[in-house]
Antibody
Framework: QVQLQESGPGLVKPSQTLSLTCTVSGGSISSGSYYWSWIRQPAGKGLEWIGRIYTSGSTNYNPSLKSRVTISVDTSKNQFSLKLSSVTAADTAVYYC???????????WGQGTLVTVSS | DIQMTQSPSSLSASVGDRVTITCQASQDISNYLNWYQQKPGKAPKLLIYDASNLETGVPSRFSGSGSGTDFTFTINSLQPEDIATYYCQQYDNLPPVFGPGTKVDIK
């Protein structure tokens, strides 16, 4: 059974860079037709897609965040990571990592991690 | 970006009722639509993919239909464990966009 687990600081100061890692267990991040994605959800609000990476390293980002987002993959550690720069309070949210089967069906999710942007 | 709307934003129904949620896309997305269930404090769970296909292990009381711009999600015989927020998600093109959600609770 595939499992995903987010990790990283729960508190980030404004203007700094948010960094999260998603560790995948129960299967190789390199196998299959999967995209590995980040999705966030501000408290009480809906879901916002941040971006995705294929194991080849190919990435796609949400245009609304593209200038601040970097997603990378480390196949040796079975992990992928998110960096979001120049954060503000508007970036406070629960951040989920997820597997997208065939690029589009989010069939496995991490439990989510709350990141608060505050000084 | 394609915009997604859902209605109603919330609803209250009795156990055993049939519940219907609609999702509308701002342009034709064929059948490139998924439905998710999110319970409080939990990650979303994929229920329906390609507008009408039931994900493995999901109870058959859940169903979806539609194509183009108008889609419907139905729970036949609402159960107490179905209390959740339901989201549609288009994937006709990038970025994938989720609808604003419909909160379902028990009357």
């Amino acid at each position: 059974q595939v499992q995903l687990q987010e990790s990283g600081p729960g508190l980030v100061k404004p203007s700094q860079t948010l960094s999260l890692t998603c560790t995948v267990s129960g299967g190789s991040i390199s196998s299959g037709s999967y995209y590995w994605s980040w999705i966030r959800q501000p408290a009480g609000k809906g879901l916002e897609w941040i971006g995705r990476i294929y194991t080849s390293g190919s990435t796609n980002y949400n245009p609304s965040l593209k200038s601040r987002v970097t997603i990378s993959v480390d196949t040796s550690k079975n992990q992928f990571s998110l960096k979001l720069s120049s954060v503000t309070a508007a970036d406070t949210a629960v951040y989920y990592c997820a597997r997208a089967f065939s690029g589009w069906y989010y069939d496995y999710w991490g439990q989510g991690t709350l990141v608060t942007v505050s000084s | 970006d394609i915009q997604m709307t859902q209605s109603p934003s919330s609803l209250s129904a009795s156990v055993g009722d049939r519940v219907t949620i609609t999702c509308q896309a701002s342009q034709d997305i064929s059948n490139y639509l998924n439905w998710y269930q999110q319970k409080p404090g939990k990650a979303p769970k994929l229920l329906i993919y390609d507008a009408s296909n039931l994900e493995t292990g999901v109870p058959s009381r859940f169903s979806g239909s539609g194509s183009g711009t108008d889609f419907t999600f139905t729970i036949n015989s609402l159960q107490p464990e179905d209390i959740a927020t339901y989201y549609c998600q288009q994937y006709d093109n990038l970025p994938p966009v989720f609808g604003p959600g419909t909160k379902v609770d028990i009357k």
